[in-house]
Each structure stands twice: as C-alpha cells, then as structure tokens.
C-alpha cells in the first residue's frame, strides 16, 4: 500500500477536499507544542481553511505550522514520511467526509533536536506559537504557580525563552502565544507562568516579553477521539486510489466530530491568519464561552466518562443512551453549571446543552470513556470545582456533581484498571483508604491535593449519592 504523500494528493478520489493552495509557496508562521490528533482536527484545520481561502480573492498566505512534539517521535514518524499531510475524517450518523489538510509543513521532536525547535521559535516569519499540551503540560504544582521541577529543560517555557532569547538579539518582533487547553482563562494563566519562567531564568527578558508578546484566551471545541487502527483502515479505503492497491495509507490521519468551534481573545501582539474569514470568533472578551464549555461540556463529558465506566460502559454514545446518565447530564448542566455562568447576549445556554446531548450522542464516534478519565486531577477543577463553589456561595448544593465525584472516587479506588493522572499514587492511596464519603473529605480536605477551590460542607458528605452507580 503506498502512503499519502505530496505525490500522492493528485491520485486521490475527487470525494476527498485537499488543500487548494501552493504548499509549497507558504511560509511557515506558526510553531505548534504538542502536536496531537486535536490540534490535527482543530487549529491546523482552521489554518488550512483559511489558506484555501473563503472568498475569490484567494487564501490568506504564510500560515504552515512547524509541530513539535516534547518527547515522543510517534508523530514525526507519522506525519514527516507524508510530507506533513494528513487526513481528517468528520463522522457523524449522516456518514464520513474526508479531507486532506495541508497546514502542517514538519514535525520537530525536540528530545531529539532541540536546536531546531528553539531556531523555528526564533525564525523572523513565526509570528504565533501555539499550545496544546494538555492541563498537566502548563507544569502547575498545587498552588496553580510554576512547578520549577517540571518546567526543565523539556518544557515548552525553555524552548520559548530561547526562541525568544534569540529573537530580541536579532532584533526581531515579540511573539503571540496563544494557548489552546481547557484551563480556564487560559491567556492569562499561561502569561503569569511565562512571567514566573522568566523571573528565576533569564529576568532580564521579563521587560522585553511584557513589551512584544501577548496571551490571548482562547476557548476551543471539537471532540477527537484518539486514531484507532479501524479509523485508519477506514480512511485508507476512502483514499484508494485504486482498488488493486488497497488504498493509499495514511498513518497520521484523525477522526472527528463535525461541529467545530474557536472563540479567540482579540489580543494579537503580531499579525495572525484571518481566522473569523472561515468560522472562528475573534472577540474582547472569551470568558462566557470559555466558562460554559469547562462546566457544562467538559463538566458533563467527565461525569459521563467516571459514572459511565461504573455502569458498564465503553463510548460517550453508550453512557448518554443511558436513560439514568441522560437525566444526570441534563441536570448537571442545566440546573447545575448554567445558573453560575454570566452569558453573553448571543447565548443560549438551554439550547446550548440540548446540542451538546446530540453531540455527545454521535454514534460514529466511538469516543472512549476512559479517554477523557485520564488526568482528572487536572481537569476536575475547572469542570466541576468552580462549579460547586459557585452554587455553595448561592446555598445550593450540586447532587449530579457530587455523584460524579463518587464515581470519580470509585475510578481511584482502581475499578476501572491503572488510574492515568499524574497524581495518581496520592489520590488512589487516599481514595483506597475509608468510604467514599471519608476519602472525599480526605481529598478535598484543606492539607488535601485537591484543596483550594470548594470544601465539602457535611451536607454534601451526605449527599454523595452512589444511586446511579449500581
Ligand atoms: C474531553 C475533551 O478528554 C477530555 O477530557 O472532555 O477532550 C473534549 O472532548 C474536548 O474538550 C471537546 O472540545
């Protein structure tokens, strides 16, 4: 089976979209940290929209992406044999669409080449660096500051500093580093980790950064499960060229939802593609669609991943045709997260939830459960935390949040095999220990490693409900 590749994108069924520009006349503007399958499906996608272009006039120019991978070279090898091309499959119950995007020029593994990685961040065309490194990639010790430890010198804050190092001796302009995990402020908090980075290394950069660069917020959306090998047998077919051949391969290719979203903070220190031109929001203020995605998406999608398991589930589509689960996303988000979100005039919280259950109910998806349970110390503040110290402060109490922390407990407790979080030993030992309602009290207890945003009153020690756990 040969693989899909420049050469290749000629030969391709006219079913598949490919990029409508010269690839090979762009410059690369943007260097990506953590070049997973979600940037695949999202930014780098949006990118190559907006080099096709969306009116007569043609595309907007000079938007390839340099990814770079910390560690692992599974990407690289993937991605770099293809000539950064890559496949993305929409799947919904309507059926697949396949597109060949173009956005992505190389792919760095900076374990294995870090000079290269801090040159792209220094290269006087790269105008935006960009992030998806997860939660646990802003290396945030307990306190939400910098955990010195962890940003070492396979951090993306080194690569940065010496991009940006380089830069101002070059006299060159400040960057735009624009974060694109689901923390909340995301802009800021990634602007206040930078300013401690540079604080204890190299502080005399500290003015410099503050002068050129900017952090905007931003709110992303699209679920991407992880590629499976019935994904890429799938795609590989859809990209025969001829039956004889069995199709071209395509070892980098993504699968995805249709719906897709980017509410950008409009706070560039640089220029930047004219994303708004194919369907992303640049406005002032990113909060109210940051806030309702954290509590309501993300918020139901983890309750669905740790009460789902516990009920026998596989897929996200298989929890929420669960009738009991159906009813606990809705009041999670409804009676819940909404009433502690201050909306935006052209927001629909109600209907927004009612397309978030569609959405969740895609059936072509095959969206894995234990997926979105890994790191859920990470996530679990900004999903769920916020939210019950809102309605605390308001004297309600959150029974669908506090069932979701039972089975996030029982997760801990081991029932769902090896717990994948970064504190995973303290959090098992802690839920191992007593009942869930003691290990709650341990784990969110003020000495505890999830203390900080709400503490259990004993109410809400007594409503820990395992009802629908059964
Ligand atoms: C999921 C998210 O894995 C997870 O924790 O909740 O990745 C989710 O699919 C995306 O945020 C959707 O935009």
Same mark, same amino acid.
């Given at each position: 089976? /040969?693989?899909?590749?420049?050469?290749? =994108?000629? /030969?391709?069924?006219?079913? !598949?979209?490919r990029?409508?520009?010269?690839?090979d006349?762009?410059? !690369?503007?943007?260097?990506?940290?953590?070049?997973?399958?979600?940037?695949?499906?999202?930014?780098?996608?949006?990118c190559?929209?907006?080099?096709?272009?969306?009116s007569?006039?043609?595309?907007?120019?000079?938007?390839m992406?340099t990814? *770079? /991978?910390? @560690?692992s070279?599974?990407?690289?090898?993937?991605?770099?044999?293809q000539?950064?091309?890559?496949?993305?499959?929409?799947?919904?119950?309507?059926?697949?669409?396949?597109?060949v995007?173009?956005s992505?020029?190389?792919v760095? !593994?900076? /374990?294995?080449?870090?000079?290269?990685?801090?040159? +792209?961040?220094? %290269?006087?065309?790269?105008?935006?660096?960009?992030?998806?490194?997860?939660?646990?990639?802003?290396?945030r010790?307990e306190?939400?500051?910098l955990?010195?430890?962890?940003?070492?010198? &396979?951090?993306?804050?080194?690569? *940065?500093?010496?991009? &940006?190092?380089?830069?101002?001796?070059?006299?060159l302009?400040?960057?735009?580093l624009?974060?694109?995990?689901n923390?909340a402020?995301?802009?800021?908090?990634?602007?206040?980790?930078?300013?401690?980075?540079?604080?204890?290394?190299?502080?005399?950069? =500290?003015?410099?950064?503050?002068?050129?660069?900017?952090?905007?917020?931003? $709110?992303?959306d699209?679920?991407v499960?992880?590629?499976?090998?019935?994904?890429?047998?799938?795609?590989?077919?859809?990209?025969? !060229?001829?039956?004889?051949?069995?199709?071209?391969a395509?070892?980098?290719c *993504?699968?995805?939802?249709?719906?897709?979203?980017?509410?950008?903070?409009?706070?560039?220190?640089?220029?930047r593609?004219?994303?708004e031109?194919?369907g992303?929001?640049?406005v002032?203020?990113?909060?109210?669609?940051?806030?309702?995605?954290?509590?309501?998406?993300?918020?139901?999608?983890?309750?669905?991943?740790?009460c789902?398991?516990a @009920?026998?589930?596989?897929?996200?589509?298989?929890?929420?045709?669960?009738p009991?689960?159906?009813d606990?996303?809705?009041?999670l $988000?409804?009676?819940?997260?909404a009433p502690?979100?201050?909306?935006?005039?052209?927001?629909?919280?109600?209907?927004?939830?009612? %397309?978030?259950?569609?959405?969740?109910a895609?059936?072509?998806l095959?969206?894995?459960?234990?997926q979105?349970? $890994?790191?859920?110390?990470?996530?679990?503040?900004q999903?769920?935390l916020?939210?019950?110290a809102?309605?605390?402060? +308001?004297?309600?109490?959150?029974p669908?949040?506090?069932? %979701?922390? %039972?089975a996030w407990?029982?997760?801990?407790?081991?029932?769902?095999?090896?717990?994948?979080?970064?504190?995973?030993a303290?959090?098992?030992?802690?839920? @191992?220990?007593?009942?869930? +309602?003691?290990a709650?009290?341990?784990?969110f207890?003020?000495?505890?490693? $999830?203390?900080?945003t709400?503490?259990?009153?004993?109410?809400?020690?007594?409503?820990?409900?395992?009802?629908?756990?059964a």
């Open positions: 089976m /040969s693989r899909l590749s420049p050469a290749t =994108l000629a /030969s391709l069924p006219a079913t !598949v979209a990029p409508l520009y010269d690839r006349a762009q410059k !690369v503007g943007i260097v990506h940290f953590g070049i997973g399958a979600f940037h695949r499906a999202h930014q780098a996608w949006y190559d929209a907006a080099m096709n272009g969306a007569e006039q043609g595309g907007d120019r000079d938007w992406i990814g *770079v /991978s910390l @560690r070279p599974g990407v690289a090898r993937q991605m770099n044999p000539g950064g091309l890559y496949t993305l499959a929409e799947r919904s119950a309507e059926g697949t669409a396949l597109r995007v173009g992505v020029r190389n760095l !593994v900076a /374990s294995e080449e870090p000079e290269a990685v801090i040159a +792209a961040v220094a %290269a006087p065309d790269t105008r935006i660096v960009s992030l998806t490194v997860t939660e646990k990639g802003y290396c010790s306190s939400g500051d955990d010195f430890a962890l940003a070492h010198s &396979l951090s993306f804050y080194y690569f *940065v500093t010496q991009g &940006l190092l380089r830069r101002r001796k070059a006299g302009p400040g960057i735009t624009l974060p694109c995990d923390l402020d995301n802009g800021a908090k990634l602007h206040a980790l930078m300013r401690q980075y540079l604080d204890r290394h190299e502080p005399d950069l =500290l003015a410099w950064f503050e002068d050129t660069c900017a952090c905007p917020s931003t $709110m992303i699209r679920i499960p992880a590629t499976t090998d019935e994904d890429r047998a799938m795609v590989a077919e859809g990209l025969g !060229v001829a039956e004889d051949l069995g199709g071209l395509d070892e980098a *993504v699968v995805t939802e249709p719906f897709s979203q980017w509410v950008i903070e409009d706070k560039f220190a640089t220029p593609p004219q994303w031109a194919v992303a929001e640049l002032s203020d990113v909060a109210p669609y940051e806030t309702a995605k954290l509590r309501m998406l993300n918020g139901a999608h983890s309750m669905l991943a740790y789902g398991l @009920r026998g589930h596989t897929y996200v589509h298989e929890a929420i045709g669960d009991e689960l159906h606990l996303a809705l009041r $988000m409804g009676r819940e997260a502690t979100i201050a909306a935006a005039p052209n927001q629909n919280l109600a209907a927004y939830a009612e %397309a978030l259950i569609a959405r969740f895609n059936p072509s095959n969206h894995r459960l234990i979105i349970a $890994m790191d859920g110390s990470q996530k679990i503040p999903r769920w916020e939210t019950l809102a309605n605390a402060k +308001a004297g309600k109490s959150c669908a949040i506090l069932t %979701a922390i %039972a407990i029982r997760h801990l407790q081991g029932h769902n095999g090896t717990v994948d979080d970064p504190m995973a303290r959090l098992s030992a802690l839920a @191992r220990k007593a009942d869930t +309602a003691q709650t009290l341990a784990i207890a003020d000495d505890g490693p $999830m203390a900080g709400w503490v259990p009153t004993q109410d809400d020690i007594a409503g820990l409900s395992e009802v629908v756990l």
